[in-house]
């Protein structure tokens, strides 16, 4: 849009830029470490990605697919009883992504859903995050600010660099959520994003400040009666 580029792949991998500026982590090897904007459902404990990454789960169970369009992309995932569709949109004129998330449930019975959106945050050029990946981790600090309900990362600059922030939340403001931004805990070694289905059942500590491997993992709790839909953005 001018300001602010979106990369999407069919296999839900993806990174934004921002001036620049890598918004969010970008991967090298989309097999073995993607990197990207992922979300992750839950219903009555049956897990169900809405994109082939980062699990590459090829659960024959799961129908996916994804349709492009000129604002972005919209990725479906279904099984028998519940559906997942995440809607990728990038803002007309401001630097803002948006990912709106629809959890379906087909079957007859009340069940308890999960949502987690995760993505580990960068905040830095390419060519600097390559040549110093460790060193470059270790200038992130993490807020929360509770009247709004907005988790914001930002970077601590060094010398000339431009002050970079993100702010993550969620338009329904009445939603509650529960988050974590320390990577390791989040993901398992050597798995890495690949383990993140695991985020779903584990405690969050809602932990802010200096984090040398941040990440941003975001999770709500729902229900859904029969036949019901529920949108998240």
């Known amino acids: 849009n001018g300001e602010y580029t979106m990369v999407l792949t069919d296999v839900g991998a ?3 830029i921002f001036h620049g500026v890598d918004v969010t982590r970008r991967s090298a090897d989309l097999l073995r470490g993607p990197a990207g904007i992922f ?3 839950s219903f009555d404990g049956e897990l169900l990605c809405v ?3 980062p699990e590459y789960n090829e659960d024959k169970l799961i129908r996916r697919h994804v349709e492009f369009n000129t604002h972005g992309a919209i990725y479906h995932a279904r099984t028998q009883n519940y559906g997942v569709d995440m809607q990728a ?3 007309a004129g401001m630097p803002c992504e948006i990912r709106a998330v629809e959890l379906e449930n087909y079957t007859q019975k009340r069940v308890e859903a999960k949502l987690l959106f995760y993505f580990e945050p960068s905040l830095a050029k390419w060519m600097d995050e390559a ?3 460790a060193f470059s981790r270790l200038f992130l600090h993490v807020d929360y600010r509770s009247d709004t309900k907005m988790l914001i990362f930002s970077r601590r600059t060094r010398g000339a660099e431009v002050p970079a922030c993100i702010a993550v939340g969620f338009m329904e403001h009445e939603v509650d959520f529960e988050f974590d931004s320390d990577r390791p805990v989040l993901l398992t070694r050597p798995y890495g994003a690949s383990s993140l289905p695991r985020a779903l059942d584990i405690p969050f500590s809602s932990r802010t400040g200096a984090i040398p491997e941040a990440a941003v993992a975001i999770r709500l709790k ?3 009666g029969s036949r019901q839909r529920k949108l998240f953005t």
């Open 39 to 41: 979300a992750v459902a």
């Open 51 to 53: 994109t082939a990454a």
């Open 222 to 224: 729902t229900e859904l």
């Open 131 to 133: 040549a110093h990946p």
């Open 14 to 16: 993806s990174m934004s």
């Open 89 to 91: 949109l990038l803002h």
